[in-house]
């Protein structure tokens, strides 16, 4: 009979300990302990299938072996493909992460009816029924005779499936529903995830078929079960935005076969997800013309340069200690601003409330947009607009100099073909815009307060 113990297992390492603790001594996280049954069973059953000798074809020189020619799915969807890097690679392993309700589902099962009608999926799911996918099949125009539903949590049988029926490509939604019966843990538990993954990236790799894990999120909006997870797939993509905003933004913060730098931006409309081939004017719209306090900035995400809208709002404190609030901007980044705003250009803010946002729920992070954020508070400060085809780009300094920001001239490229006409950069990025065009007026700053002129 196999052996049942219960042990304390972290859940953001999988560090196992025979009592609670507050903090783990692997990762040094608080409070991630939790109480878990271990059988000892598939353990004992590992080591009894465990053989000396190997598989010599495994046992290769790398001159000897054949990469061939990169093989890539397109999935059809242009702002997935973007950050994929290109669409997905035969074995590869995707992690789709994000809030309950953004629209996981969704835009795989808009995936599903995009692709190409010759290849056979799976979408295997643990949290509805076969009819509830095939309600929302019908609201989404899904009519694929190639897509086959699952609906259960048993992951070996799963597998069974993958192996008898071989489909090009399979969707698990969620990774946190599925179990294996001969693991004695509940499902969702750091044993069941790991091993579930396992046993699906085992599946992918040997029969080189691409799969799509839909992760669910803790209250702290990171990924939900062992770190390690993130560690085992070859791309972790979140989805991200607010579930009352129409506007939903993906971006992978790990791809072994793209970039992580590129961003994906969508619209929720009522048949579905939209994909949005030019953000920058959609973060755009509805601008206020003649108000204080607002600023254009041009961001890099990836190879895509997107236009920003930052707004400042400065108010008397009412509050022994004054207000700061950044809204898609890093909070020390902001507090560093500031500090130069009141060092550097003379502005006493030490009684103000302050409070910055980025439109759009975009998050800014990286510092082309330094320049736009003081830009704004000085215009809110002084109650003075900047004119509407105004768009302000540069890095600043603890000295309130101006520095150089990469890629000047796709950046000034993407505002001049929005329609801005004025673009303040910093004095070194002026001399390698003179060509910008005419009509078009490049105004060069080397500190902070050469601000003031641009009002």
Same mark, same amino acid.
């Given at each position: 009979?196999?052996? /049942?113990?219960?042990? &304390?297992?972290?859940?953001?390492c999988? #560090?196992?300990?025979?009592?609670w603790m507050?903090?783990?001594?692997e990762?040094?996280?608080?409070?991630?302990?939790?109480?878990?049954?271990?059988?000892?069973?598939?353990?004992?059953?590992?080591?009894?299938?465990?053989?000396?000798?190997?598989?010599?074809?495994?046992?290769?020189?790398?001159?000897?072996?054949?990469?061939?020619?990169?093989?890539? #799915?397109?999935?059809?969807?242009?702002?997935?493909?973007?950050?994929?890097?290109?669409? !997905?690679?035969?074995?590869? =392993?995707?992690?789709?992460?994000?809030?309950?309700?953004?629209?996981?589902?969704?835009?795989?099962?808009?995936?599903?009816?995009?692709? +190409?009608?010759?290849?056979k999926? @799976? #979408?295997a799911?643990?949290? $509805?029924?076969?009819?509830?996918?095939k309600? %929302?099949?019908?609201?989404?125009?899904?009519?694929?005779? +190639? @897509?086959?539903?699952?609906?259960?949590?048993? @992951?070996?049988?799963?597998?069974?499936?993958?192996?008898?029926?071989?489909?090009? *490509?399979? /969707?698990?939604d969620?990774?946190?529903t !599925?179990?294996?019966?001969?693991?004695?843990?509940?499902?969702?538990?750091?044993?069941?995830?790991?091993?579930?993954?396992?046993?699906?990236?085992?599946?992918?790799?040997?029969l080189?078929?691409?799969i799509?894990?839909?992760?669910?999120?803790?209250?702290d909006?990171?990924?939900a079960?062992?770190?390690?997870?993130?560690?085992?797939?070859?791309?972790?993509?979140?989805?991200?935005?607010?579930?009352?905003?129409s506007? %939903?933004? /993906?971006?992978a913060?790990?791809?072994?076969?793209?970039?992580?730098? $590129?961003?994906? =931006?969508?619209? !929720?409309?009522?048949?579905?997800l939209?994909?949005?081939?030019?953000?920058?004017?959609?973060?755009?719209?509805?601008?206020?013309e003649?108000v204080?306090?607002?600023?254009?900035?041009?961001? !890099?995400?990836?190879s %895509?340069?997107?236009?920003?809208?930052?707004?400042?709002?400065?108010?008397?404190?009412?509050?022994p200690?004054?207000?700061?609030?950044?809204?898609?901007i890093? #909070?020390?980044?902001?507090?560093?601003?500031?500090?130069?705003?009141?060092k550097?250009?003379? &502005?006493?803010?030490?009684?103000?409330?302050?409070?910055?946002?980025?439109?759009?729920?975009?998050?800014?992070?990286?510092?082309a947009?330094?320049?736009?954020?003081?830009?704004?508070?000085?215009?809110?400060?002084?109650?003075?607009?900047?004119?509407?085809?105004?768009a302000v780009?540069?890095? =600043?300094g *603890?000295?309130?100099?101006?520095?150089?920001?990469? %890629?000047?001239n796709?950046?000034?490229?993407?505002?001049?073909?929005?329609?801005?006409?004025?673009?303040?950069?910093?004095?070194?990025?002026?001399?390698?815009?003179?060509?910008?065009g005419?009509?078009?007026?490049?105004?060069?700053?080397?500190n902070?307060n050469?601000?003031?002129?641009? &009002?």
């Open positions: 009979m196999a052996k /049942i113990k219960k042990l &304390f297992v972290c859940s953001e999988g #560090y196992q300990s025979a009592k507050g903090k783990c001594p990762c040094e996280k608080w409070n991630t302990f939790a109480e878990e049954v271990i059988s000892e069973a598939p353990a004992e059953k590992y080591k009894k299938e465990a053989a000396i000798s190997y598989d010599k074809s495994a046992f290769v020189p790398l001159k000897d072996i054949n990469s061939g020619e990169e093989i890539r #799915y397109k999935t059809n969807i242009s702002e997935l493909d973007r950050v994929l890097g290109g669409g !997905m690679v035969p074995g590869e =392993v995707v992690l789709l992460s994000g809030d309950p309700g953004i629209g996981k589902s969704t835009l795989l099962l808009q995936m599903c009816k995009s692709l +190409n009608k010759d290849l999926i @799976l #979408y799911t643990g949290e $509805e029924s076969s009819r509830q996918i309600l %929302r099949a019908i609201r989404l125009g899904v009519d694929k005779d +190639n @897509l086959y539903i699952y609906a259960g949590t048993n @992951l070996m049988s799963i597998v069974a499936i993958i192996e008898s029926q071989r489909p090009d *490509l399979v /969707i698990i969620s990774i946190q !599925m179990t294996i019966s001969e693991l004695s843990s509940s499902a969702g538990s750091v044993t069941q995830i790991r091993e579930c993954t396992q046993q699906l990236i085992l599946s992918a790799k040997t080189e078929i691409p799509f894990l839909v992760g669910h999120v803790n209250k909006g990171a990924i079960g062992p770190k390690i997870l993130e560690h085992m797939v070859d791309a972790v993509i979140y989805f991200e935005g607010e579930r009352n905003l506007y %939903r933004i /993906i971006r913060v790990k791809n072994r076969y793209g970039s992580t730098n $590129e961003i994906g =931006v969508f619209e !929720m409309l009522g048949d579905g939209k994909a949005v081939e030019n953000p920058s004017e959609m973060l755009l719209s509805g601008r206020p003649n204080s306090g607002t600023c254009v900035t041009c961001v !890099m995400e990836g %895509r340069p997107i236009l920003a809208e930052i707004q400042a709002l400065i108010s008397k404190s009412t509050y200690s004054p207000k700061r609030s950044a809204n898609g890093d #909070y020390n980044r902001f507090y560093m601003l500031t500090a130069v705003l009141e550097r250009c003379g &502005f006493f803010v030490g009684n103000l409330d302050i409070y910055t946002n980025v439109v759009g729920g975009l998050k800014l992070d990286e510092t947009a330094d320049l736009a954020v003081l830009a704004s508070l000085i215009s809110n400060l002084l109650d003075k607009p900047l004119r509407h085809d105004v780009i540069g890095e =600043v *603890l000295a309130g100099e101006t520095r150089s920001v990469n %890629r000047i796709q950046r000034v490229n993407e505002a001049v073909r929005l329609g801005f006409k004025r673009i303040i950069v910093p004095k070194i990025d002026a001399a390698k815009l003179k060509n910008a005419e009509n078009i007026e490049i105004i060069g700053i080397s902070v050469e601000l003031r002129r641009i &009002f």
